[in-house]
Nanobody, 125 residues
Framework: QVQPVESGGGLVQAGGSLRLSCAAS????????MGWFRQAPGKERQFVAGITWAGGSTDYTDSVKGRFTISRDNAKNTVYLQMNSLKPEDTAVYYCARGPSSTGLPRATYSWDYWGRGTQVTVSS
């Protein structure tokens, strides 16, 4: 597997919840931190949340703190993004990517590789 595979996106009303999944199995992803990014129309792709390989550290962009939770289950080779209290401004394509190491969680998109194709999240008002 050369790309992680995102799923779980969809259309939801403001205030609702979605859980995104990122399947990232194989040697390509073993022992690496993983992250979620999003890109809205006309906007640059931005960091949303990251988690270290062991799950001991997480990081979130300010706009999602307290609403989103990143987690992982390495036994299932899956990374999750639980999104609660969704807002219309959360509307974007959400991507999963591999981090530069087991522990690094940089904010810059260029520090990450092996990007998935993305899953669309649309939040209506």
């Amino acid at each position: 597997q050369v790309q992680p595979v995102e799923s779980g996106g969809g259309l939801v009303q403001a205030g609702g919840s979605l859980r995104l999944s990122c399947a990232a199995s194989g040697r390509t992803f073993s022992s690496y931190a993983m992250g979620w990014f999003r890109q809205a129309p006309g906007k640059e792709r931005q960091f949303v949340a990251g988690i270290t390989w062991a799950g001991g550290s997480t990081d979130y962009t300010d706009s999602v703190k307290g609403r989103f939770t990143i987690s992982r289950d390495n036994a299932k080779n899956t990374v999750y993004l639980q999104m609660n209290s969704l807002k219309p401004e959360d509307t974007a394509v959400y991507y999963c990517a591999r981090g530069p190491s087991s522990t690094g969680l940089p904010r810059a998109t260029y520090s990450w590789d092996y990007w998935g194709r993305g899953t669309q999240v649309t939040v209506s008002s």
